[in-house]
């Protein structure tokens, strides 16, 4: 059965360790799916070239972030790598660009956070990938593209990022209310998207307050590689749409 190409948003890596309908959301998709891998792109390792990691055995855990609850820090999920599907992803991708295997990278909380929710039993083999923010969306959605074809073999797409990300207008009463202006970005990338227009991939000059919504590209470059690697002809489905803090959007879609 053909795996899904999936954008998840990744939050607050506090993701792992609370309880709310989205975590649920998270448990409850995970136990639908059955893929004989994983590739998660995260916006949290940006390199100048794509890179791969092919790792041998368990993942070490990167905790990368500061001022969290110790009980964030003991979180411990034992992903296991796989260098035969990091050189299958390399192989693919060599059309695009020459991509990069490092042997050594950890998982950092833009992957283990959602991981540790869809599959809690740490028993598909993963690979982790880097975006390369620098590039055009275009050439993201193009390295998608490039991967495509091993959904074909049961292989699962993960884009994990975040289409509305700016940690300077957060509203810290916890559950506010989803500023109109995020909103109505993320109405747009999804409107456009629905319609394979080629404006989606200059929304930094057409979308209505792009750069409130996407101060810095990383964690909307995930979106576009899972974009890229969905079926063509077939809009783009929202699994799941909330907003944390006013603005920090959590939202899940299937390409």
Same mark, same amino acid.
């Given at each position: 059965?053909?795996?899904?190409?999936? !954008?998840?948003?990744?939050?607050?890596?506090?993701?792992?360790?609370?309880?709310?309908?989205? =975590?649920?959301?998270? =448990?409850?998709?995970?136990?639908?799916?059955?893929?004989?891998?994983?590739?998660?792109?995260?916006?949290?390792?940006?390199?100048?070239?794509? =890179?791969?990691? @092919?790792? *041998?055995?368990?993942?070490?855990?990167?905790?990368?972030?500061?001022? !969290?609850?110790?009980?964030?820090? #003991?979180?411990?999920?034992? @992903?296991?790598?796989?260098? *035969?599907?990091?050189?299958?992803?390399?192989?693919?991708?060599?059309?695009?660009? $020459?991509?990069?295997?490092?042997?050594?990278?950890?998982? %950092?909380?833009?992957?283990?956070?959602?991981?540790c929710r869809l599959f809690p039993?740490?028993?598909?083999?993963?690979?982790?990938?880097?975006?390369?923010? +620098? +590039?055009?969306?275009?050439?993201?959605?193009?390295?998608? #593209? @490039?991967?495509?074809?091993?959904?074909?073999?049961?292989?699962?797409?993960?884009?994990?990022?975040?289409?509305?990300?700016?940690?300077?207008?957060?509203?810290?009463?916890?559950?506010?209310?989803? #500023?109109?202006?995020?909103?109505?970005? %993320? %109405?747009?990338?999804?409107? $456009?998207?629905?319609?394979?227009? *080629?404006?989606?991939?200059?929304? $930094?000059?057409?979308?209505?307050?792009?750069?409130?919504?996407?101060?810095?590209? #990383?964690?909307?470059?995930?979106?576009?590689?899972?974009?890229?690697?969905?079926?063509?002809?077939?809009?783009?489905?929202?699994?799941?749409? %909330?907003?944390?803090?006013?603005?920090?959007?959590?939202? @899940?879609?299937?390409?």
């Amino acid at each position: 059965m053909k795996a899904p190409a999936l !954008f998840l948003a990744h939050g607050s890596p506090m993701l792992a360790i609370e309880d709310h309908a989205y =975590t649920s959301f998270l =448990t409850k998709l995970g136990e639908g799916l059955s893929p004989r891998a994983v590739i998660i792109f995260t916006a949290h390792w940006m390199t100048r070239k794509p =890179t791969v990691s @092919a790792v *041998e055995g368990t993942y070490k855990m990167i905790y990368d972030f500061s001022g !969290f609850p110790r009980e964030l820090y #003991e979180v411990v999920y034992p @992903a296991h790598g796989s260098v *035969e599907w990091a050189e299958r992803v390399r192989e693919r991708l060599a059309g695009v660009a $020459e991509a990069v295997a490092d042997p050594t990278r950890g998982l %950092d909380h833009g992957s283990w956070v959602l991981l540790c929710r869809l599959f809690p039993k740490a028993d598909i083999p993963v690979v982790q990938a880097s975006v390369v923010p +620098w +590039w055009t969306p275009k050439q993201l959605f193009q390295l998608g #593209e @490039a991967l495509r074809p091993l959904r074909d073999e049961g292989v699962m797409i993960i884009g994990s990022g975040g289409t509305v990300h700016n940690l300077m207008a957060l509203r810290w009463e916890g559950h506010a209310e989803a #500023e109109s202006w995020a909103a109505a970005f %993320d %109405d747009w990338l999804l409107r $456009e998207s629905a319609a394979g227009s *080629e404006d989606v991939f200059h929304y $930094e000059e057409k979308a209505p307050y792009a750069k409130q919504a996407v101060p810095t590209p #990383e964690h909307l470059a995930p979106y576009w590689i899972a974009y890229g690697a969905g079926d063509r002809g077939r809009a783009p489905r929202v699994l799941f749409r %909330d907003y944390q803090y006013g603005s920090l959007s959590l939202m @899940a879609v299937s390409f």
